[in-house]
């Protein structure tokens, strides 16, 4: 029920890791297993997660991380230096849905980018004054996701890559001038 982690987590976590300072609040979206999130904390000054789902909430409890169930981090009322999120970004098609909470995990909606549309949208709540997010996403989102990023004013960077044999993700660094 809990999203396993995968060569997309582990995108975040590398591309994490080269981005993160000592004096960082982090959140982490959609925190789901907590691959990413128990690997960076005590790296950093703060971490939170969030994730839509109970199973994954209960699990980032489980694992000792400050966590909130909410969608994207509706009702949290701070800002964070540093924004981490690997969302559902594959359009799923109708034979291949369970009707589970692994469908959240992975289903994008249309073209893949109706949950990253989402994220940016909040993405100025979330994110500080000079803050920087991670992003990943898949060559099947182009070029929606870059022009969604740019509509909302934010500069980008593609900061990792990862090639599989039917797409290619990618690590996005976002951030506003
Ligand atoms: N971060 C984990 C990783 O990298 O292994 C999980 C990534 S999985 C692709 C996407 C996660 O986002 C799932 O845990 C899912 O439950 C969560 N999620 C999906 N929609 C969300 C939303 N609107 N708000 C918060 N979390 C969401």
Redesign the pocket.
Same mark, same amino acid.
């Given at each position: 029920m809990?999203?396993e982690?995968?060569e997309?987590?582990e995108l975040?976590l590398e591309a994490a890791l080269r981005e993160l300072k000592p004096d960082d609040e982090v959140i982490?979206?959609?925190?789901? !297993?907590g691959?990413?999130a128990e690997r960076l904390k005590g790296k950093c000054k703060c971490i939170l997660t $969030? =994730? +839509? !789902?109970p199973f994954?909430a209960m699990e980032l409890r489980r694992k000792g991380l400050d966590v909130v169930m $909410? =969608? +994207?981090a509706k009702g949290i009322r701070k800002k964070f230096s540093l924004v981490l999120f690997?969302?559902?970004y594959v359009e799923l098609e109708d034979e291949l849905r369970r009707g589970d909470?692994l469908d959240?995990?992975?289903d994008g909606g249309k073209k893949g980018v109706k949950?990253i549309k989402?994220f940016l949208d909040s993405l100025d709540e979330i994110m500080a004054e000079r803050g920087r997010a991670i992003l990943i996403a898949s060559s099947q989102n182009e070029p929606d996701v870059f022009d969604l990023i740019d509509e909302r004013g934010f500069r980008y960077e593609i900061v990792g890559e990862r090639g599989l044999f039917f797409e290619k993700l990618f690590a996005i660094k976002i951030w506003k001038e």
């Open positions: 809990i999203y982690p995968a997309d987590s975040l982490e979206v959609g925190a789901g !297993s691959f990413v $969030t =994730d +839509i !789902s994954a $909410t =969608d +994207i690997n969302p559902p909470w959240v995990a992975i949950v989402k």
